[in-house]
């Protein structure tokens, strides 16, 4: 079974802190994202990887920066977290061509006080 | 503008019945649409995928149909359980690295 793990289920932070978030898959898939979800807009594309060291940007990475030094992992940085980035964030991962296969992690609830 | 809409935003049904959720979508081009179920608390969990020369799909009590003409799409879930409680979110693929999310419709089956 592909497994997409998160390291945290919830997390809270305050205004201003560094606020890591990291994402480990073990099936060997090159492409990796990260999502945000919130009421009523659905799942929105931070950044996504499709490669080590290779990032591009999302829709909405404002605010944020990720990091992909291994192929099986993920991180999303954000470098000084606000509380409109209180947010469940889910991370997801895919072969390199089957972009529409993705797998979940299951999320990482994070508040921003 | 590359949109999916899904539609009701969120329904209530009783234990037994059948229930069907629509999806439009406005991307082009088009490569494929896929069904996600997302239980509360955890990342979704993908149901059926479905190409353009593709009408219906079925995963157990889950059919999915699709008309690539009217850019429409529904899931149609028969005999509902109390775990079919849940988001259920469409999401279309476009060319290249594009994938766009529904805001999905929140399911509660009732006993």
């Known amino acids: 079974d592909v497994k997409v793990t998160q390291s945290s289920r919830y997390l809270v932070k305050r205004t201003g802190e560094k606020v890591f978030l990291e994402c480990v898959q073990d099936?060997?898939?090159?492409?990796m994202f990260w999502y945000r979800q919130d009421p009523g807009l659905g799942l929105r594309l931070i950044y996504f990887?499709?490669?080590?060291?290779?990032?591009e940007k999302g829709d909405i990475p404002e605010g944020y920066s990720v990091s992909r030094e291994k192929k099986e992992r993920f991180s999303l940085i954000l470098e000084s977290a606000s509380t409109n980035q209180t947010s469940m964030y889910l991370c997801?991962?895919?072969?390199?061509?089957?972009?529409?296969?993705?797998?979940f992690g299951p999320g990482t609830r994070l508040l921003v006080l | 503008k590359n949109q999916v809409e899904q539609s009701p935003q969120s329904l209530i049904i009783l234990e037994g019945k059948n229930c069907t959720l629509q999806?439009?979508?406005?991307?082009?081009?088009?490569?494929?649409l896929r069904w996600y179920k997302q239980d509360t608390g955890r990342g979704p969990v993908s149901l059926t995928i479905?190409?353009?020369?593709?009408n219906t799909k079925s995963n157990g009590r889950y059919t999915a149909t699709l008309d690539a003409d009217t850019k429409q799409s529904s899931l149609h879930i028969t005999a509902s359980q109390l775990s079919d409680s849940a988001s259920y979110i469409c999401?279309?693929?476009?060319?290249?690295?594009?994938?766009?999310f529904g805001a999905g419709t929140r399911l509660f089956v009732k006993a």
């Open positions: 997801a991962s895919s072969q390199r061509e089957r972009l529409e296969t993705q797998y």
């Open positions: 999401v279309v693929r476009t060319g290249g690295f594009k994938t766009i």
């Open positions: 099936m060997d898939h090159e492409n």
């Open positions: 999806c439009n979508y406005t991307v082009s081009p088009f490569s494929n």
């Open positions: 990887s499709y490669d080590v060291k290779m990032k």
């Open positions: 479905m190409t353009f020369s593709e």
